[in-house]
């Protein structure tokens, strides 16, 4: 009987942490599916490259398949992670990617920001910027002005994001805003 409790003890925290995980895998899994969405939907009005990202090694990164023809030597394909604690680049974001791909491998960590309540469009967003760095590089402006293109022609208008545009001073870049 003390055995049993000792193991019910231990137990105990997995249990408790397990459905908070499937919440985020959920979350993670209907932004990917929205992400996914918008791009299927802009891909016929896109040329085979737009500001610079190789719209076909886009389209494999996001479908989390390997792809060449990015910025990148060789097969490429994106490893998503979820981090629990809002340590290191955590604590300043929602997500991001490691750069340069080791072996292969270009690692998309989501942070405890990314599944805050109420976010949705915010995931998906995330996601269609993100997979520019996984594809194309460090460029910030580059990677919101493809995003927000993605949005508009899925859907005829994208998430303001004045404030991130000043901040990355990409006003003064070879990238607009739709």
């Given at each position: 009987m003390l055995l049993l409790r000792r193991l019910a003890l231990l137990l105990l925290p997995l249990c408790l942490?397990?459905?908070a995980q499937a919440s985020d895998q959920a979350l993670l899994d209907r932004a990917l599916d929205s992400a996914r969405a918008q791009f299927d939907q802009?891909?016929?009005q896109l040329e085979a490259t737009v500001f610079g990202v190789d719209i076909?090694?886009?389209g494999k990164a996001l479908a989390l398949q390997a792809f060449t023809g990015g910025a990148w030597d060789g097969s490429v394909r994106v490893a998503l992670t979820i981090r629990k604690e809002a340590t290191?680049?955590?604590a300043d974001f929602a997500a991001f990617v490691r750069m340069p791909p080791?072996?292969?491998v270009v690692p998309l960590v989501l942070c405890p920001q990314f599944f805050a309540p109420g976010a949705d469009r915010l995931r998906a967003l995330t996601i269609l910027h993100e997979m520019v760095h996984a594809v194309a590089g460090r460029d910030e402006c580059q990677a919101m002005a493809f995003a927000a293109r993605i949005e508009?022609?899925?859907s005829g208008?994208?998430?303001p994001v004045d404030a991130y545009?000043?901040?990355n001073q990409c006003a003064q870049s070879r990238y607009a805003l739709p």
């Open positions: 942490a397990m459905p802009a891909q016929p076909a090694a886009y290191g680049s955590c080791e072996d292969g508009m022609l899925a208008h994208f998430t545009w000043r901040a």
